[in-house]
């Protein structure tokens, strides 16, 4: 089944669905959301007693998703317009949340290192960051700022994380989850 603003790649409920780390009540910040196309799946995954965050720095995705949550009849997350890249730029609590979600981020980004920072301020101690983006090599999607999965990984690990698992996306983008070291 092909996904409405995904090109037909990435099957954001299916990957939410199997990826076996996501619980009813659970706290999760989209870091740079877009259209919502994993925090609307993710919101439905935690279930009323959940919560979802979406982070994004532009107020049209921001607006499509608090769209797409009153016609899908969804209360559970909260937009939120921010800088990812600046210091403590989600606004949010210090260790409040279960995971952080970054899909399709970091080749948009210039100070990647602040994005994972806050990231960690944010979870909890033995949080998970869910990180998915696309793979080098790949002639389909952006091209400019691809980062490798072993880049990725020395970067995560750099701020106090370790590499739980990859997990299998499509045939575009790598998955990987972390987990927090405290």
Known sequence: MVQIGTGGFLNPQKIVNEIGIIDDGMKIADFGS??????????KKVGDGG???????LDESL???????????IENIETKKCNLELEKGSKLLEKSFDIVWIANLLFQTEKDEV???EAKRILKPKGRLVFIDWKPGVSLGPQGGRVSPDDVKKLIENEGFFLERNFST???HFGLIFKKND
């Open 51 to 57: 919560k979802v965050f979406a982070l994004d720095v």
């Open 115 to 117: 994005v994972i920072m």
């Open 170 to 172: 499509d045939s575009y």
């Open 63 to 73: 607006e499509a998703i608090s769209s797409q949550k009153r016609i899908q009849g």
């Open 34 to 43: 877009g259209n919502g196309y994993f925090s609307l799946p993710l919101a």
